[in-house]
């Protein structure tokens, strides 16, 4: 890593994001999945909450469709912008600059990380209203538990990237964790409905920390969140140590 890899700087961080703001904006594919793809899965989750006869669907949905926002917006998005980025040459020619290397990395999550909050912003309020859902219990679980997800899925989204030939391999290389997410750590089936052992294992996969510390704060009633946090935080620590040691800088030749 850089010498100044730790040393983040507002003004250079700020100009990064809005550099990869620009190219976001100009990828219309990438954009509309962004944009369109979450409300489209949400819509999706509470008809399956639905033929399931899931209790509270509305809460339910509104949960579970943070967690998509989550995957779709912050992880799947920037797989597909750090490899398209490497391929280009623009992560080794800022990395010849003055920013370090979490500046980069940083600056190229800060769109999708603004535009996954701002979705959850508005599928709270919206959606809240909309479905006739209480507000939150403890908003700042919630948002502990939101801001928790946008760093862990940043990082694993730069470690997937590492393994992710090219972008238009970004597809094959980011789903088994949108699988594994959506199945066993709550979005489309409640991890409650799951068997003892397969429950048990469901709680260590990486999103399921995350996830519960949204449930926790928008349903209330959990009063253990040691177990969610630290699980959240483990994943978060693996992840960055796994970046420092296999995220590329060059291109995959």
């Not at 730790?6 to 944009?35: D, F, H, I, Q």
């Not at 928790?148 to 989204?157: E, F, M």
């Not at 979005?187 to 996969?205: I, N, R, T």
């Amino acid at each position: 890593m850089n010498t100044s890899a730790l040393n983040l700087r507002p003004r250079r961080l700020v100009a990064l994001g809005r550099s990869e703001l620009t190219l976001l904006v100009r990828n219309r594919a990438a954009l509309s999945v962004a944009l369109l793809m979450p409300v489209a899965m949400v819509f999706s989750l509470r008809s399956v909450l639905s033929a399931n006869g899931a209790a509270a669907i509305g809460e339910a949905t509104l949960t579970g469709g943070i967690g998509m926002v989550l995957l779709l917006v912050v992880y799947m998005n920037l797989v597909s912008a750090y490899v398209a980025r490497r391929e280009e040459l623009v992560l080794k020619r800022l990395r010849t600059g003055e920013a370090g290397d979490l500046e980069i990395l940083a600056g190229t999550a800060l769109p999708a990380a603004v535009l996954a909050l701002a979705q959850i912003a508005v599928l709270a309020v919206a959606g809240s209203s909309v479905l006739h859902v209480r507000a939150p219990r403890d908003p700042a679980v919630l948002v502990l538990g939101v801001l928790a997800g946008i760093v862990l899925l940043a990082g694993l989204s730069a470690l997937t990237s590492a393994f992710t030939r090219n972008v238009e391999s970004a597809g094959l290389t980011t789903l088994p964790l949108l699988l594994v997410s959506l199945i066993g750590s709550g979005l489309f089936v409640p991890a409650d409905s799951l068997p003892d052992g397969a429950a048990a294992a469901a709680e260590l996969l990486p999103l399921s920390g995350v996830m519960a510390l949204v449930r926790a704060g928008w349903l209330g009633g959990e009063a253990e969140l040691l177990v969610p946090a630290v699980t959240a935080l483990a994943w978060i620590a693996l992840t960055v140590f796994a970046v420092q040691r296999w995220f590329r800088w060059e291109p995959r030749r």
